[in-house]
């Protein structure tokens, strides 16, 4: 039976992915500090571990006390767009925590690292991104993912450390925390309606994203580690339909069997048209599932409405207000 550790476990993806690893009879190990995830999210199955990847001591201890044979890194601050005003705390998590654990994942011999990244690393290119296309990442969430696959690559060189690079983007579904308000669009609008509150829309709404359903993104991710054909490639993974952001406030108005007005907010800085190609990947498998948005939203409006949330948390660790969005405030 192999060991997998998972970062992020008891996060929204992570958590699913926690699942997928228990029905192909892995072990699993959860590494999470819940600054995102929840305790109960995890399956009862695995073994939790509170904690960060930042704490040196802590991982020195869970790669002592177990042979790991995979790593799934999903632990990262995610919020894209906040990620110009907290630059410090960004690079800390998100790029000095996960070389921390390319360092374990080298001396230890992990046979394989797996790494959720982000089309955020393709930056302002046009759309349909592909796997060919050179990073110009537009904000330090993307720079630090990109920062974090060249170590991969180099540890492969130097090292001979396996790896798998997955680049989701927008993905949505039952455990999304969807109290935050600094990320996760869908969430966010969920959120707002139950609350009674109008839906804000950056801009006029004309922005489009693809917006990818967890569970056919978790399996893919789960899965990888089989393939041997798959170490060393970067993949994009995700939904092929892109909609904008204000036809897709109305697509959860229907799901969420509620209407609500739209507030329209000052335009911020981020890239206007982001999806990605996923050719490279229909390569590789001959079926991957693709949930169509209305039923994807359909199955996480269910939850929404039936699930305690978290009240919203405001973001501590402000380090520039400079351009600072007023909704943030």
Not at 11 to 32: A, P, R, T
Not at 176 to 194: A, P, T, W
């Amino acid at each position: 039976m192999p060991t997998s550790l998972i970062t992020g476990g008891a996060g929204f993806i992570g958590s699913h992915l926690v699942q997928e690893l228990i029905i192909m009879n892995h072990k699993v190990i959860v590494l999470d500090d819940l600054s995102g995830g929840l305790e109960r999210n995890i399956p009862r199955e695995a073994r939790f571990i509170n904690g960060s990847i930042t704490d040196h001591q802590l991982l020195t201890n869970i790669f002592s006390d177990n042979k790991i044979d995979y790593i799934y890194h999903l632990a990262a601050y995610a919020a894209e767009g906040l990620s110009h005003y907290i630059k410090s705390y960004n690079y800390q998590n998100n790029v000095v925590g996960s070389v921390n654990l390319i360092n374990k994942a080298v001396k230890h011999s992990v046979k394989c690292f797996v790494f959720t990244s982000s089309i955020a690393v393709y930056g302002n290119q046009a759309s349909p991104m592909t796997e060919q296309m050179v990073p110009i990442p537009e904000d330090s969430y993307g720079i630090a993912k990109y920062t974090v696959e060249q170590e991969l690559r180099i540890s492969k060189e130097m090292f001979d450390l396996n790896y798998i690079i997955f680049r989701p983007h927008n993905v949505y579904g039952e455990r999304q925390n969807i109290s935050d308000k600094y990320r996760n669009v869908v969430g966010i609008f969920m959120n707002q309606l139950i609350k009674g509150e109008p839906l804000t829309v950056f801009g006029d709404g004309s922005q489009t994203r693809a917006f990818s359903y967890v569970r056919d993104v978790a399996p893919l991710i789960a899965q990888s580690v089989t393939h041997a054909d798959w170490y060393e490639e970067i993949f994009n993974i995700g939904s092929d339909y892109a909609i904008s952001v204000k036809d897709l406030a109305g697509l959860v108005m229907k799901a969420m069997e509620m209407s609500g007005a739209i507030k329209y907010l000052e335009q911020r800085n981020e890239v206007q048209h982001a999806y990605s190609s996923h050719e490279k990947i229909k390569k590789y498998l001959s079926h991957i599932e693709s949930t169509k948005l209305e039923q994807g939203l359909k199955k996480m409006a269910e939850w929404a409405k039936k699930t305690s949330h978290q009240p919203t948390i405001k973001m501590k660790h402000l380090e520039i207000t400079k351009n600072l969005p007023s909704f943030w405030k």
